[in-house]
C-alpha cells in the first residue's frame, strides 16, 4: 500500500474522548458520522457515562458558505459550457477559448474574494470575521496557482513573451504598491512622504517604468541641481526595451537591443553618476539585476516568486519556459529561510516552475479543504490535451476521479445537489454509476424536489431510479390518505400491484361515501387505465356513473353488464353493480333487452349460489340488507324481462 504524503490532522470531537471509549462511525459522502458505542476492552471497566450524541465530523465547509455557493454555481456554467467545445477543431484553433475560459474562472474567484473582504471588514463577529480572512487566504493562493497555470500550461507563451505574462501575473497579485502610492500622491508633499521611494523602487521591480519616471518627475523638479542626474536615470528607464510580440522585430534582435540597453546601464554605474543618491544608485544595480541589490530588497518584492520574475527581467528577458525551473528553484533557495521547510504554496509554485502538472494537482489535493480548485483546473488542463498520458491505477482517469470526487461532496448539499448532476454527465467512465446510487440517497421532503429528482432520472433513462422514486412517493400519499396522488405516482412507476392496491382504496372509498374522490384523475387516465385489471375496472365503472348522470342510458347499461359478463368487475364488486343497474331496471323506457336481462340474472344467480349458507361473523342487520337486494333486483329483472319480452315481441310482430 502506499504511504500517505503528510501526517492526517487530528480532528477533535467535543463531548467525545477516544481515548477512554471505544467509537463507532459511519463514512458518508461528504462527511462522516461519529459516536460512542458499548464495547468493552477485555480487562477493562467502562468508564463514566457515555455520550448519546451523534457527531457529523465535516470536510468540506465551504459548501455550506452562502459565498463561496455562488463559486459552484458560477464555475458550474462554466463547466459546461466547456464541455460543449467541439472536439473536432484544432487545438491551435481552440487555444483563445481555453484561455478566455480560464480566465472567467479566475475572475469568479476574486469576485467571491472581494465579496468576502467586504463582509470580514463589516461583521463584528470576530470569530466569523476570523473565517472569512481564511477563506480570502484560500483562495487568494488559489487564484495564484491558477493564473501561474494559465500562464505556463494553457497560454503556453513561448520564450519573450513568457516574461511579459510573469510580469502581469506578479503586478495583479502584488497590488500593494498601488495603494501605497495612491497614500503617497494624496499627500501635500509626495516627495517628502516616508514611502516615496519605496514606491518608486517597487515600480522598477514590477518593470512597471512609466509609473517610476512619472514619479522620479516630482523629485526632480525640488532638486535643480541634480537635474541631469534625474535625466540620465529617466532615460535609462524610458530607453530599456520590452519585447513586442506583435511587432516584426525577431527575438535574436531584442536580445542585441537589451544586451546594449544593459551595457548602458553598467556604464552609468561604472562612471558612478548616481553616486551622490544612493535611491538611484540601488534603482540602476536592480535594472542591472544585481543580485545583492534585489534580495537586500527582500520586504518590497515580500515573495520568492516576485524575485524570480525580476531578476529574468533584468537578467534573461528572454528566458524560455524549460529553463524556469533551474531559475525558480535558485531564487527560492536564496529568498527563503533555509532552516524552515518551505511552505505549501511554495512547493506548488515550485512544482509548476518545473512543469510537473501532477504534483501540482497532488499538493493542491493535500493543502487545500475542497475539491472545487483541482477538479476544475484538472477538467480544463485535460481539455488543453495536457494530462492524457496520466491514467491511475483504480479505473478513473485523474480528470474523472477528480470530478467524481467534487461531484459527490456537492451531494450532500440540500441544493448544490443539482450541479453535482452535469458533472456526473461528463464522467464517462463512471459518472452514471455514481448518479443512480446518489439519486436513490437524495432525501424527497417534498413533491416539487421529488418531481426535480424524477425528471433528472427521466432524461437519463434512469428507470430503476425512476420506478424507485415513483415508489415511495405513492406510498408516502397512500400513508397520508392522498389516493390521487398515491395512484398518478403508481401510474408514472408503472406499478401495476401498487395501481391495484390503490384502485381498491378507491372503490372502498366510493362505497363508504357513495361517490368517487379525485375524479379529473380518473376521468383522465386513458391508456394508462391498461396498467392493471383493477385500474381499469375502476375507470370503467367511473365512465358508466359518467354515462349514467349525462342520461346515456343505454350506453350506461351495456357497459356495466360488460363490466360483469367480461370478468373486469371483481365478484365481490358485483353486488355493488347490480344494485346500480336498479334504476335503468325501474325506468319507464325498456334499458335492457331480454338477452341482457338474462345475462343480469346468470350474474346474479352465480353470485347469490355461493352464499346459501349465513356468515356466524356477519351482523344480522347487514344479512338482512342484503337479502332484502337480492329479492328487489330479482322482482325488478322479472319485470324488465316481461316488459322486453313484450316489447321485442311487438316490435318483430
Given at each position: 500500500?502506499?504511504?500517505?504524503?503528510?501526517e492526517?490532522t487530528i480532528?477533535?470531537?467535543?463531548g467525545?474522548?477516544s481515548?477512554?471509549?471505544h467509537l463507532?462511525f459511519?463514512?458518508?459522502p461528504?462527511?462522516?458520522?461519529?459516536?460512542?458505542?458499548?464495547?468493552k476492552a477485555?480487562?477493562?471497566q467502562?468508564?463514566?457515562p457515555?455520550?448519546?450524541d451523534?457527531q457529523v465530523?465535516?470536510?468540506?465547509?465551504?459548501?455550506y458558505?452562502?459565498?463561496?455557493r455562488?463559486l459552484?454555481?458560477e464555475?458550474?456554467?462554466?463547466?459546461v459550457?466547456?464541455?460543449?467545445i467541439?472536439?473536432d477543431?484544432?487545438?491551435k484553433n481552440?487555444?483563445?477559448?481555453?484561455?478566455?475560459i480560464?480566465?472567467?474562472y479566475?475572475s469568479?474567484i476574486r469576485?467571491c474574494m472581494?465579496?468576502l473582504q467586504q463582509?470580514?471588514?463589516?461583521?463584528?463577529?470576530?470569530?466569523?470575521?476570523a473565517?472569512?480572512?481564511?477563506?480570502?487566504s484560500?483562495?487568494?493562493?488559489v487564484?495564484?496557482?491558477?493564473?501561474?497555470?494559465?500562464?505556463?500550461f494553457?497560454?503556453?507563451?513561448?520564450a519573450?513573451?513568457?516574461?511579459?505574462h510573469?510580469?502581469?501575473?506578479?503586478?495583479?497579485?502584488?497590488a500593494?504598491?498601488?495603494?501605497?502610492?495612491?497614500?503617497?500622491?494624496r499627500?501635500?508633499?509626495?516627495?517628502?512622504?516616508?514611502?516615496?521611494?519605496?514606491v518608486v523602487?517597487?515600480?522598477v521591480?514590477?518593470?512597471?517604468m512609466e509609473?517610476?519616471?512619472?514619479?522620479?518627475?516630482k523629485q526632480?523638479?525640488?532638486?535643480p541641481?541634480?537635474?541631469?542626474m534625474?535625466?540620465?536615470?529617466?532615460?535609462?528607464?524610458a530607453?530599456m526595451?520590452?519585447y513586442?510580440p506583435g511587432s516584426t522585430?525577431?527575438?535574436?534582435?531584442?536580445?542585441?537591443?537589451?544586451?546594449?540597453?544593459?551595457e548602458?546601464?553598467d556604464?552609468?554605474?561604472?562612471?558612478?553618476s548616481f553616486a551622490s543618491s544612493?535611491?538611484?544608485?540601488?534603482?540602476?544595480?536592480i535594472?542591472?539585476?544585481?543580485d545583492?541589490?534585489?534580495?537586500?530588497?527582500k520586504?518590497?518584492?515580500?515573495?520568492?516568486?516576485?524575485?524570480?520574475?525580476?531578476r529574468?527581467?533584468y537578467?534573461?528577458?528572454?528566458?524560455k519556459?524549460i529553463?524556469?525551473h533551474y531559475?525558480a528553484q535558485m531564487?527560492?533557495?536564496?529568498f527563503?529561510?533555509?532552516?524552515?521547510?518551505p511552505?505549501?504554496?511554495?512547493?506548488?509554485?515550485?512544482?509548476?516552475?518545473?512543469f510537473?502538472l501532477?504534483q501540482v494537482i497532488k499538493d493542491?489535493s493535500?493543502?487545500?479543504?475542497n475539491w472545487?480548485f483541482?477538479?476544475?483546473?484538472?477538467d480544463?488542463?485535460?481539455h488543453?490535451k495536457l494530462?492524457q498520458?496520466?491514467n491511475?491505477h483504480?479505473?478513473?482517469?485523474?480528470?474523472e476521479?477528480l470530478?467524481?470526487e467534487?461531484?459527490s461532496?456537492?451531494?450532500?448539499h440540500?441544493?448544490?445537489?443539482q450541479?453535482a448532476?452535469?458533472?456526473?454527465d461528463?464522467?464517462?467512465g463512471?459518472?452514471?454509476?455514481?448518479?443512480?446510487l446518489l439519486?436513490?440517497?437524495?432525501?424527497l421532503?417534498t413533491e416539487?424536489k421529488?418531481l426535480k429528482v424524477?425528471?433528472i432520472?427521466e432524461?437519463?433513462q434512469?428507470?430503476?431510479?425512476?420506478?424507485?422514486i415513483?415508489?415511495?412517493?405513492?406510498?408516502?400519499a397512500?400513508?397520508n390518505?392522498?389516493l390521487g396522488?398515491a395512484?398518478?405516482?403508481?401510474i408514472?412507476a408503472k406499478d401495476?400491484?401498487?395501481?391495484?392496491l390503490?384502485s381498491?382504496?378507491f372503490?372502498?372509498?366510493?362505497?363508504?361515501?357513495?361517490?368517487f374522490?379525485?375524479?379529473?384523475l380518473?376521468d383522465?387516465?386513458?391508456?394508462?387505465m391498461l396498467?392493471s385489471?383493477?385500474l381499469?375496472?375502476l375507470?370503467?365503472?367511473?365512465?358508466f356513473?359518467?354515462l349514467y348522470?349525462?342520461?346515456?342510458?343505454?350506453e350506461?347499461?351495456?357497459?356495466?353488464l360488460?363490466?360483469?359478463t367480461?370478468?373486469?368487475?371483481?365478484?365481490?364488486?358485483w353486488?355493488n353493480?347490480?344494485?346500480?343497474?336498479?334504476?335503468l331496471?325501474?325506468?319507464?323506457?325498456?334499458?335492457?333487452s331480454?338477452?341482457?336481462?338474462?345475462?343480469?340474472?346468470y350474474?346474479?344467480?352465480?353470485?347469490?349460489?355461493?352464499?346459501t349458507q349465513?356468515?356466524?361473523?356477519?351482523p344480522?342487520?347487514e344479512?338482512?340488507?342484503?337479502?332484502?337486494?337480492?329479492e328487489?333486483?330479482?322482482?325488478?329483472?322479472a319485470r324488465?324481462?316481461a316488459?322486453?319480452i313484450?316489447?321485442?315481441g311487438?316490435v318483430e310482430?
Amino acid at each position: 500500500m502506499e504511504e500517505v504524503d503528510v501526517e492526517p490532522t487530528i480532528t477533535l470531537i467535543p463531548g467525545i474522548n477516544s481515548q477512554r471509549k471505544h467509537l463507532g462511525f459511519v463514512w458518508g459522502p461528504g462527511d462522516i458520522l461519529v459516536y460512542e458505542t458499548q464495547h468493552k476492552a477485555a480487562g477493562k471497566q467502562p468508564v463514566g457515562p457515555s455520550c448519546q450524541d451523534v457527531q457529523v465530523v465535516r470536510k468540506d465547509e465551504d459548501i455550506y458558505s452562502p459565498i463561496l455557493r455562488k463559486l459552484f454555481n458560477e464555475s458550474h456554467h462554466i463547466f459546461v459550457g466547456l464541455q460543449n467545445i467541439k472536439d473536432d477543431l484544432p487545438s491551435k484553433n481552440k487555444k483563445p477559448q481555453f484561455v478566455s475560459i480560464s480566465k472567467n474562472y479566475r475572475s469568479i474567484i476574486r469576485a467571491c474574494m472581494e465579496e468576502l473582504q467586504q463582509v470580514a471588514v463589516s461583521t463584528r463577529d470576530p470569530t466569523l470575521a476570523a473565517q472569512y480572512g481564511n477563506q480570502v487566504s484560500i483562495l487568494l493562493a488559489v487564484e495564484l496557482i491558477w493564473n501561474l497555470c494559465e500562464v505556463l500550461f494553457i497560454d503556453a507563451a513561448p520564450a519573450g513573451s513568457l516574461l511579459l505574462h510573469l510580469l502581469d501575473w506578479v503586478r495583479l497579485h502584488k497590488a500593494e504598491v498601488d495603494e501605497k502610492a495612491r497614500d503617497v500622491l494624496r499627500c501635500e508633499s509626495p516627495t517628502r512622504h516616508q514611502f516615496f521611494w519605496d514606491v518608486v523602487v517597487s515600480f522598477v521591480l514590477q518593470g512597471r517604468m512609466e509609473e517610476a519616471r512619472s514619479m522620479l518627475a516630482k523629485q526632480a523638479t525640488l532638486q535643480p541641481a541634480a537635474q541631469g542626474m534625474f535625466k540620465r536615470m529617466d532615460n535609462l528607464l524610458a530607453k530599456m526595451p520590452i519585447y513586442n510580440p506583435g511587432s516584426t522585430q525577431t527575438l535574436p534582435e531584442f536580445e542585441m537591443k537589451w544586451r546594449q540597453w544593459h551595457e548602458e546601464c553598467d556604464a552609468c554605474l561604472q562612471d558612478n553618476s548616481f553616486a551622490s543618491s544612493p535611491h538611484l544608485e540601488t534603482i540602476c544595480k536592480i535594472l542591472l539585476g544585481d543580485d545583492d541589490t534585489l534580495l537586500e530588497q527582500k520586504e518590497l518584492l515580500g515573495t520568492w516568486y516576485h524575485y524570480v520574475v525580476t531578476r529574468l527581467l533584468y537578467t534573461h528577458p528572454t528566458v524560455k519556459p524549460i529553463d524556469l525551473h533551474y531559475y525558480a528553484q535558485m531564487c527560492m533557495d536564496r529568498f527563503l529561510d533555509s532552516r524552515s521547510p518551505p511552505e505549501p504554496l511554495d512547493s506548488i509554485l515550485l512544482a509548476a516552475f518545473e512543469f510537473d502538472l501532477h504534483q501540482v494537482i497532488k499538493d493542491c489535493s493535500i493543502a487545500l479543504n475542497n475539491w472545487w480548485f483541482v477538479a476544475h483546473l484538472t477538467d480544463l488542463l485535460d481539455h488543453c490535451k495536457l494530462l492524457q498520458s496520466h491514467n491511475l491505477h483504480f479505473g478513473s482517469n485523474l480528470r474523472e476521479f477528480l470530478l467524481l470526487e467534487y461531484a459527490s461532496g456537492l451531494f450532500t448539499h440540500h441544493s448544490l445537489w443539482q450541479l453535482a448532476v452535469d458533472y456526473f454527465d461528463h464522467c464517462q467512465g463512471f459518472g452514471r454509476t455514481y448518479l443512480e446510487l446518489l439519486m436513490e440517497r437524495v432525501p424527497l421532503d417534498t413533491e416539487r424536489k421529488a418531481l426535480k429528482v424524477l425528471r433528472i432520472c427521466e432524461k437519463r433513462q434512469m428507470n430503476e431510479q425512476v420506478r424507485s422514486i415513483c415508489k415511495i412517493m405513492a406510498m408516502r400519499a397512500l400513508r397520508n390518505n392522498r389516493l390521487g396522488s398515491a395512484l398518478s405516482w403508481s401510474i408514472r412507476a408503472k406499478d401495476a400491484a401498487f395501481a391495484t392496491l390503490i384502485s381498491e382504496r378507491f372503490l372502498q372509498d366510493y362505497c363508504s361515501h357513495g361517490q368517487f374522490s379525485d375524479l379529473d384523475l380518473i376521468d383522465n387516465l386513458g391508456p394508462a387505465m391498461l396498467l392493471s385489471d383493477r385500474l381499469t375496472f375502476l375507470g370503467k365503472y367511473r365512465e358508466f356513473h359518467r354515462l349514467y348522470g349525462e342520461k346515456h342510458f343505454t350506453e350506461a347499461a351495456k357497459l356495466l353488464l360488460s363490466l360483469m359478463t367480461a370478468k373486469i368487475a371483481p365478484q365481490s364488486f358485483w353486488m355493488n353493480l347490480l344494485t346500480d343497474a336498479l334504476p335503468l331496471l325501474e325506468q319507464k323506457e325498456v334499458i335492457f333487452s331480454v338477452d341482457q336481462t338474462h345475462e343480469l340474472m346468470y350474474c346474479l344467480e352465480e353470485l347469490t349460489s355461493g352464499k346459501t349458507q349465513s356468515n356466524p361473523d356477519r351482523p344480522m342487520q347487514e344479512e338482512d340488507l342484503e337479502t332484502t337486494k337480492i329479492e328487489l333486483l330479482r322482482l325488478a329483472l322479472a319485470r324488465n324481462l316481461a316488459m322486453a319480452i313484450v316489447k321485442e315481441g311487438t316490435v318483430e310482430a
